[in-house]
């Protein structure tokens, strides 16, 4: 762009417009064919097995789906071996202990404090430090929460463009306030403190499924979805 008499020429033309750039990688990668919505995670969805796949991801599983065993075992079958290939890829037991806690909440929803007692005598820690652990991090339930576990970003960006209101909307259409259990047990309505998506507020985690541009208005079609 140059200059001339005090006016700013117009940007060469072979420069990509606003209205070229679709705001996501485009069709590109592994799957060429999804679009923004299934690649932003609103209609498209993957599997992955309890196993966890090749021993380099095992450690790097969902951990907030639907189905909740409270009472379930932890380290059996499956679980069991995803644990075995997260163990692999670390030098001391000590370093696995944030999958492991993963891998606990995944089954049972939430890290009771006899979880964080099973995980520490599975990885050989002192129940202390792992309570000490899975308390430092917000990522890490420690009570109940609902079938759902719905995050709602309120920090900067999203703030700024309404991301209170998306908040105080799941809030009134699950009937609960804030970190309760909704009376049919489907519901819990969390507040983020970032949920890595300043470019496309607000943002919003439900369980391992991530949603973006969220509006005020649109909280009852995605609550309705996830029926």
């Known amino acids: 762009m140059t200059q001339h008499g005090g006016k700013l020429d ?12 679709p705001g996501f990688a485009g069709d590109t990668g592994e799957f060429p064919a999804l679009t923004a919505d299934d ?11 309890e196993h966890g796949g090749h021993p380099s991801v095992a450690g790097t599983m969902p951990y907030q789906v ?12 499956e679980y069991e071996e995803r644990l075995q290939k997260v163990l692999t890829r670390y030098p001391d ?10 891998l606990a909440q995944e089954l049972r929803g939430h890290l009771s404090p006899e979880s964080m ?3 520490a005598a599975r990885l050989q820690l002192a129940p202390a430090y792992v309570r000490g652990v899975a308390s430092f991090y917000t990522m890490y339930n420690l009570g109940p929460v609902g ?17 209170d209101a998306v908040l105080e909307a799941f809030l009134e259409h699950t009937g609960t306030e804030m970190g309760e259990i909704s009376a049919d047990g489907r519901f819990t309505v969390i507040e983020a403190e970032c949920l890595g998506a300043c470019g496309f507020p607000t943002a919003v985690q439900i ?3 991530f949603y973006e541009n969220i509006r005020p208005e649109e909280v009852p079609a995605v609550l309705e979805a996830l029926k």
């Open 10 to 21: 117009s940007p060469p033309s072979s420069w990509p417009s606003a209205q070229q750039n």
């Open 39 to 49: 690649v932003r995670g609103i209609t498209y969805v993957g599997t992955r097995p």
């Open 66 to 77: 639907p189905p909740k065993q409270p009472e379930g075992p932890i380290f059996t079958g």
């Open 93 to 102: 037991r000590q370093a696995a202990l944030l999958p492991a806690l993963h």
């Open 117 to 119: 007692d099973e995980v």
């Open 147 to 163: 079938k759902y576990l719905v995050q709602v970003c309120t920090n900067i960006s999203c703030n700024l463009c309404g991301g």
């Open 207 to 209: 369980n391992e499924r």
